[in-house]
């Protein structure tokens, strides 16, 4: 096995380099997206929210939320490795763990928005869409 990553060592950190850089470039483009279309009371109301993809076809359902925690899954691993390699790898890991499906995952989110560079950066970018800002339980 080292000597076939010796030899597609510079293939190897040039696609890494390339993921790290597509999934930048694609946060910064979905993030603002994102923060705008969710509701300011998103993180304080326990009421369960059903996702658009949830439909009238089960099996539909299931396979979107299967490749939903497949990708979760890529990128969670992918950004471990980029904190070790090129890449924007605790970005790519936030990302894939947003996307998977584990219990309290809406209580780790909010624990995440409260941390306050991220309650900052994230109600800038809905003051930038004309947006209220997020409302915090306390």
């Not at 010796?6 to 293939?11: D, I, K, N």
């Not at 396979?63 to 605790?90: D, E, K």
């Not at 995440?112 to 409302?135: D, I, T, Y």
């Amino acid at each position: 096995m080292i000597p076939w990553i010796e030899l597609h060592s510079t293939t190897l950190l040039a696609s890494l380099g390339l993921i790290g850089l597509l999934t930048f470039v694609g946060s910064l483009i979905a993030l603002p997206i994102l923060a705008a279309r969710l509701p300011a009371d998103y993180f304080t109301v326990r009421a369960k929210v059903v996702p658009p993809w949830r439909g009238p076809h089960p099996i539909r359902s299931t396979l979107l939320r299967v490749a939903r925690n497949l990708l979760g899954l890529v990128l969670v691993l992918g950004g471990i490795g980029m904190l070790f390699l090129p890449g924007q790898g605790l970005l790519t890991l936030a990302i894939g763990l947003l996307m998977l499906d584990f219990p309290r995952k809406r209580a780790f989110q909010g624990w995440m928005l409260s941390w306050k560079p991220v309650h900052v950066g994230m109600n800038w970018l809905r003051r930038k869409a004309n947006q209220p800002e997020f409302e915090l339980s306390t």
